[in-house]
């Protein structure tokens, strides 16, 4: 092998994209935003949501908010999901409402990446409101941000604000992404 064999394999292996999981409470666009980051990315975008159990979407439709014993199994899938794209990349939604939570996709996922969209909370009730065949009604808004614990110091991450276009909101978030320090350096 020559030295510029080595050089581009070892560039190839620092610029593998990482597992980004958009999250967010409901209504912030996580399932606008994924696929769009994913394109940037060039990798694949997952659907948090296909991953409930239909006994979660039945509680949610019903108005009813889920509780942790009811996460479990949604996060473990996604995790499973996460785990089997290490060292591909890969862009899923989900909510990833509490530190425990992403802790859990962490333990499954080591190096996962968290983008949290935030934004006023009309904005997001608004956006709700206006969306048309999801489960998640927006009475179950105020659960949602009674659960949000935002991303910690010590968590790989970053907060972007949901204001403008999907463009903008992905835009920034892949600015964001691409300022935060490389975890394999």
Known sequence: MSTSDV???SEA???TPHVVVVMGVAGTGKT???????GRLGVPYAEGDDFHPQANID???AGTPLQDADRWPWLDAIGDWAHGR???GGVVSCSALKRSYRDRLRAAAPGVTFVHLTGDRKLIEDRMAHRKGHFMPTA?????FATLQPLGPDEAGVAVDVSGTPEEITERATRALD??????E
């Open 13 to 15: 292996v620092m610029s």
């Open 32 to 38: 606008t935003i994924g696929p769009l980051l994913a």
């Open 7 to 9: 050089e581009e394999d």
């Open 59 to 61: 509680k949610m439709s």
């Open 140 to 144: 179950l808004l105020d659960s949602q």
């Open 179 to 184: 300022a935060l320090p490389d975890a394999s």
């Open 86 to 88: 290490a060292g591909l």
